[in-house]
């Protein structure tokens, strides 16, 4: 079967290369690939930043955000042929670490946690792939054209808890959020927030394009100015760039009492100036937390699924800017005006 594939440490190696069906030790339930979406992630492992085959392979199957249909399950599972799935991506360490041991593996300890597309483990860009039934959580049927927006919102979904937890240690009636970029994850936080009540602001530095449109047809509100020049004071801040200048200001331009998760993950080698001095008295005297948080567990999983079932289906349908056929993935790594999630299409769902 064809499956879309890179050699780790190679820079540009992406091919699209026959390999040998999944084997049954990869999980009991064998699923058909509909589609993949493409995010920065995907980009920097072509670029060679980083990727990890899994052991005995010399390349590793790229992608992580999944949609597919199962095909064939073990006797007396609770799964059917026909069901709509996504695999979830980081799977336990083999230990397991204590967070693992308890479906914490998002927090794992020790970082031997495998990943999907990304460290160890093959991905979901091929026609066929396996998995256990406790690795995949099913959709509904209208959620088919959609279905592959599942992963990037566990991100934001874990946030959100994170957040709602922290806040819980004292009085916290938030009433403003801010999301800082209008990328498919911060949109996806900018909904979440928009379904909690809250009043959103987005910020990004694009004029045209579909961006503006989607956040207003949210209704949240959309700007290009800076967070500092605005003068909004957000109760709930969510950075989803990684731009350095941009996590600085959401560090340093929140309400008091207010809650800033990092998730965007910023590139190295460059030096920014910063009054650390100023930054710590205000976060001290402000009751301020920052916090960073990465990949999620079955529970955002879960949540995810919720979310996306009580969002608007053609909202979220606008969010998917590009279709690409697997046999045109080159085009699908070319950036386009517009793009807001480009997928790869493997099967028609």
């Known amino acids: ?33 509909l589609a993949v979406g493409l995010c920065g992630t995907d980009m920097e492992i072509v670029d060679a930043q980083y990727g990890e085959a899994p052991e005995g392979s010399s390349f590793l199957v790229l992608g992580h955000e999944n949609i597919g249909r199962v095909l064939r399950v073990p ?31 998002d927090m794992c300890r020790n970082g031997r946690y495998t990943e999907h597309g990304i460290k160890g483990r093959h991905g979901f860009a091929r026609e066929q792939w396996r998995a256990e039934p406790s690795a995949l959580v099913r959709l509904d049927k209208s959620l088919a054209d959609v279905g592959v927006l599942l992963e990037p919102t566990t991100i934001v979904a874990k946030a959100w808890e994170q957040i709602d937890r922290i806040g819980a240690r004292a009085f916290f009636d938030p009433q403003v959020a801010v999301v800082t970029g209008a990328g498919p994850v911060g ?43 605005s003068g909004v004071k957000a109760d709930v801040l969510l950075e989803c760039t990684g731009v350095a200048s941009v996590v600085i200001e959401v560090m340093t331009c ?28 205000q976060a001290v005297l402000g009751n301020q937390v920052v916090f960073g948080s990465v990949n999620a567990n079955r529970r955002h999983y879960e949540a995810a699924v919720q979310a996306l079932g009580k969002a608007d289906a053609s909202w979220l349908g606008r969010l998917i ?11 699908a790594f070319k950036h386009g005006d517009g793009d807001v999630k480009v997928v790869l299409q493997i099967k028609a769902t």
């Open 1 to 33: 079967m064809q499956a879309l594939t890179i050699v780790p440490g190679k820079k540009d190696s992406l091919e699209l290369r026959d390999i040998a069906a999944p084997a049954d030790a990869e999980g009991s339930v064998l699923v058909e690939g």
């Open 321 to 331: 800017t590009r279709r690409v056929p697997l046999a045109q993935f080159a085009d």
């Open 254 to 281: 929140g309400a008091t009492d207010s809650v800033a998760c990092l998730t965007g993950v910023s590139s190295t080698g460059k030096t920014t100036s910063v009054d650390v001095g100023a930054m710590n008295r």
């Open 187 to 229: 949109l996806l936080a900018a909904l979440l927030g928009v379904q909690r009540g809250l009043e959103v602001h987005v910020f990004d530095r694009v004029t045209d394009g579909p961006k503006p449109g989607l956040v207003r047809d949210l209704g949240a509100i959309y700007h290009t100015d800076t967070l500092t020049d």
């Open 75 to 105: 006797e007396g599972s609770d799964l059917s042929p026909g069901d709509l799935v996504v695999g979830i991506v980081r799977r336990p360490d083999p230990v397991p670490c204590k967070a693992c041991a308890a479906g914490e593996w």
